[in-house]
């Protein structure tokens, strides 16, 4: 805790606020303002946490962006886990997935009428679940940035070694830098920097985003989730922009290397490969998920049970997409406090504490 | 959609679910006259000149033994201080067991045990009891229900009403010992040091705290939802508000460890021996003092004060921030009590 409370320091943190506010200053007096997309859900949190937002100055918006892998999950994939739990069907997840709606219910819900839905804190609990019932199916829902993806997948090599054939994961995993590139491609979405992950930085290496700032041209900082790493990659960004720079920064260099974490590429390559992914409320980003190699097969769940996790038909109204792609804030969603709540949520960004709407709900009303 | 066709986990989290579904569906059947009304720790009744307090409590903690005590323990504590932050010196407790077929005999032993000692350490009495077998996976080993009876402490009448402007809040001590203690034991987490259940009873800090009796507004034990359900509920529907200072919010180093790793919020987690007391400001050191010259009051602090932002919970956060705190959802952690 001594590492964390370091960056937490509330005198550092007041210097590093008069820093920024004297860079806003500046570029005020340039007719300029700063809109920062934090694109990882666990800086959303962080920022509403330590209510950050509050003490930046008028001209630094921050935006929440896509980094939520619940919020980003397809309604589809949702009706799919329901329907493998309904089939009898043991269905193993982190909580954040138990309330996300799909087309009309929720994974609580099946839970609730009699489905086998377990939540658990590590994936690894779905390989002794595997072992304690070798009759049973269990499936696991692996969804998630390039963070999660290499526990998630650690269980089918496990589950090879130990030779569990009752054991396969449902993917809809993503990839962070090809989301990068379609919402600075996206004319709808006014950024001009980005904040971005600190733990998927440190699974891909700094080197991964080099590419994305040469062509987008967009002052971008990797910066950690404590709340000075936070302030310290605000005020990274603004430097840039009041002196019309555009660069790729590593602030959280304590954590993220340029090159990565090698053994989590490699798993992730051994077993995985790129595909199109469908991100609920934006649609189809080419490349941008992850799907199981063909010599995996045995253990992906859409292929075992043949089981599709496209289509769906989520809520008309919410305007989750929006709020993702940094549209509109959450309040501005015509649901936001009203038929959408983190109790009855309709849309996924009311639902993971890492959500947008969630986030404003619970500390900014 | 607001309701739900079925009972969810939720619905037993302590939070806005389980409140929803008490208001719905008891308060509508029993809580519309007598006692019951608003819903206080203990129900007041007045038998002649005597005035006892009457309340009850389930438990169904998993693991039945977890580092810091045991659900033997949990269940005298649970409603032994149920009965005594509503201002009630506690005399006697029922005990019934549900007992899962196959629970080791050695295991009841312990924890009967428990319940006995824990009982003696606080002068509580069990006088009456109910026993029940159920066959293999109708429950999990052992869930205990105990009622308990207290006799009122004349003058120490407190409540939602007398909350003012510029009153005190204060903790007892660290918040969410016994919720991360469960969890780390669930999870096998390893920590530096054991991270032990906060589990005890606070009837001698209600005790003390009578002695200032006039200046003490509102008496909880934090349980499950943590401070910021019992926080948000003082607020709701009244004319003031409360600001936390997140600096002097006392944690233990390992409760934080454990929060930071599952990604929990602290100001949601149980304790179990814990009290929050809102008080005049003139009376809160000596409080404070007189509550750290015991053992389980020894971390007791400041945490905040009661405000005329109507209807709000706000902390300061540590980096002079400020934001909402508010009722957790639903299921945050089942069974930790």
């Known amino acids: 805790m001594k590492y964390i409370d370091g960056f937490r320091n509330h005198l550092a943190a007041k210097s590093i606020t008069e820093d920024i506010h004297r860079l806003a200053g500046e570029l005020s007096e340039q007719n300029k303002d700063a809109r920062i997309m934090e694109v990882c859900g666990s800086h959303t949190m962080s920022i509403a946490r330590y209510g950050i937002r509050q003490i930046l100055p008028e001209n630094v918006r921050l935006i929440s962006g896509p980094g939520c892998p619940v919020c980003v999950t397809d309604a589809a994939y949702i009706d799919a886990a329901i329907e493998l739990a309904e089939r009898g069907i043991h269905v193993v997840t982190f909580g954040d997935m138990l309330k996300v709606p799909g087309s009309s219910r929720t994974l609580a819900d099946a839970r609730g009428a009699g489905g086998k839905v377990h939540v658990c804190y590590s994936p690894l609990d779905a390989v002794k679940l595997a072992k304690e019932s070798p009759n049973e199916e269990f499936v696991f829902l692996g969804i998630g940035f390039e963070t999660t993806v290499p526990p998630v997948i650690s269980i089918i090599k496990k589950a090879k070694a130990e030779k569990l054939t009752n054991i396969s994961v449902l993917t809809a995993f993503k990839l962070v830098p090809p989301a990068l590139e379609a919402l600075a491609s996206d004319t709808d979405v006014a950024v001009n920097g980005f904040l971005l992950p600190a733990h998927v930085s440190a699974i891909i290496g700094a080197d991964a985003y080099e590419n994305f700032v040469e062509k987008y041209k967009i002052p971008s900082v990797i910066a950690g989730f404590e709340p000075l790493d936070i302030l310290l990659g605000i005020k990274g960004l603004l430097e840039q922009l009041t002196g019309n720079r555009a660069e790729l920064v590593n602030q959280y260099a304590r954590v993220v290397r340029k090159q990565g974490n090698r053994i989590a590429l490699n798993l992730i390559h051994d077993l995985l490969e790129p595909a199109d992914a469908s991100w609920r409320g934006i649609g189809t980003i080419p490349q941008s998920g992850l799907v199981l190699r063909k010599e995996f097969s045995n253990f992906d769940a859409s292929k075992k049970f043949n089981i599709s996790t496209q289509g769906g038909a989520p809520d008309k109204r919410c305007r989750c997409g929006d709020v993702l792609r940094g549209i509109i804030f959450p309040d501005e969603c015509p649901l936001f406090d009203r038929e959408c709540t983190p109790l009855f949520p309709v849309g996924p960004c009311m639902v993971s504490s890492e959500g947008s709407c969630a986030a404003y709900y619970k500390y900014s009303r | ?337």
């Open chain 2, 1 to 337: 959609m607001n309701e739900t066709e079925r009972i969810l986990l939720g619905h037993g989290g302590g939070g806005k679910l389980s409140r929803n579904l008490i208001d719905r569906e008891i308060v509508t059947r029993f809580g519309t006259d007598g006692p019951l009304v608003g819903l206080p720790d203990g129900a007041r009744l007045k038998l002649g000149e005597e005035t006892l307090v009457f309340s009850t409590d389930s438990f169904v903690v998993s693991p039945l033994e977890f580092p810091g005590g045991d659900i033997g323990r949990l269940a005298v504590h649970g409603t032994v201080n149920d009965v005594s932050v509503s201002g009630a010196e506690p005399l006697w407790l029922s005990l019934a067991l549900i007992i899962e077929e196959g629970l080791e005999m050695t295991v009841l032993q312990r924890i009967l045990d428990s319940v006995r000692e824990a009982a003696d350490e606080i002068g509580v009495k069990v006088v009456t009891g109910d026993t029940k077998v159920v066959a293999c996976g109708q429950c999990d080993r052992l869930f205990i229900n105990t009622a308990g009876i207290g006799r009122k402490i004349p003058g120490l009448n407190t409540g939602l009403d007398k909350i003012k402007q510029g009153d005190v809040v204060i903790t007892s001590g660290t918040l969410g010992d016994h919720g991360m203690a469960i969890m780390a034991a669930r999870e096998k987490l390893t920590l530096n040091n054991e991270l032990l259940s906060d589990t005890g009873s606070v009837h001698r800090l209600v005790s003390a705290a009578a002695e200032w009796a006039d200046g003490v507004r509102f008496m909880r034990d934090p349980t499950r939802g943590g401070i910021a359900a019992v926080l948000g509920e003082i607020v709701e529907d009244h004319s003031f508000g409360i600001v936390l200072k997140e600096e002097k919010i006392p944690y233990n180093p390992d409760a934080r460890a454990v929060a930071e790793v599952l990604g929990i919020d602290l100001m949601h987690v149980a304790c179990e021996g814990r009290m929050l007391l809102i008080c005049a400001p003139e009376i809160a050191e000596k409080i404070i003092a007189a509550w750290r010259a015991l053992s389980e009051g020894a971390g007791a602090a400041i945490i905040g004060e009661v405000t005329s932002d109507r209807g709000r919970v706000i902390l300061k956060t540590l980096i002079g921030g400020r934001r909402m705190v508010d009722i957790p959802q639903g299921e945050l952690l089942p069974r930790i009590c």
